[in-house]
């Protein structure tokens, strides 16, 4: 674990989160229990994510995208393990399947199937339901989720390198116009985290940066 980076994304993501629930209550609205740092996993860029799962600060949360791997199971039952001693929330990428058999908290949407949601929240009225977004369309059309995920804000690797970067001045624009709470991804680190304090998100969110703060040494 890099304890000086690691300290940094959780005192941010802490602060991000604190400003986020003030807003919502100025505002008169019912303040969600939402984790303020979410790790997400890849099988290339994460290949033991249980590993850093059980470092995270307590309260944090995991989103678990299997890519359809053969131990997808497996990995997930290791990763509710982890969490459940953190007190920390689990998602399940896509799958609500493979959510409820190792009894995760919920799913996590790309921007693609956002159009379930509201389907998945009727159905599984406990679970916590996220998605991914791009634009300010996917924000505002967002039925059902109790957070969307907003990237990339910086340069991002992964899938995201296709994508230009949002910059801190659009996305918090896109934020404020969105209908429900919003996490920041894309190429955040210890480095350039400080930079959306203000911006109203919720939480920061992230791959490679949690995996190097928070990871195994």
């Not at 470092?55 to 995208?65: C, T």
């Not at 634009?135 to 296709?162: H, I, K």
């Amino acid at each position: 674990m890099n304890r000086s980076e690691a300290d940094v994304l959780w005192e941010v993501a802490s602060v991000l989160a604190r400003d986020a629930a003030a807003v919502s209550r100025a505002a008169g609205r019912a303040v969600p229990n939402l984790p303020p740092l979410l790790f997400f996993t890849d099988p290339r860029r994460t290949p033991r994510p249980w590993e850093t799962a059980a470092r995270l600060p307590a309260g944090s949360g995991v989103v678990f995208r299997s890519f359809g791997q053969a131990d997808a199971r497996d990995t997930g039952l290791r990763l509710r393990e982890a969490t459940r001693r953190r007190d920390g929330l689990l998602l399940v990428g896509l799958d609500p399947d493979l959510a409820a058999s190792i009894e995760a908290d919920g799913v996590h949407l790309p921007e693609r199937a956002l159009d379930q949601a509201r389907r998945l929240a009727a159905a599984h009225p406990g679970w916590r339901i996220t998605g991914a977004a791009h634009s300010v369309d996917a924000l505002t059309g967002a039925a059902g989720l109790d957070a969307a995920v907003l990237s990339p804000v910086f340069q991002a690797g992964g899938d995201s390198t296709r994508r230009p970067p949002l910059g801190v001045d659009a996305f918090s624009g896109m934020v404020r116009r969105s209908a429900v709470p919003v996490y920041a991804l894309g190429g955040i680190d210890a480095g350039n985290a400080r930079a959306l304090i203000g911006t109203d998100t919720c939480g920061l969110a992230g791959v490679s940066a949690i995996q190097a703060a928070f990871g195994p040494d």
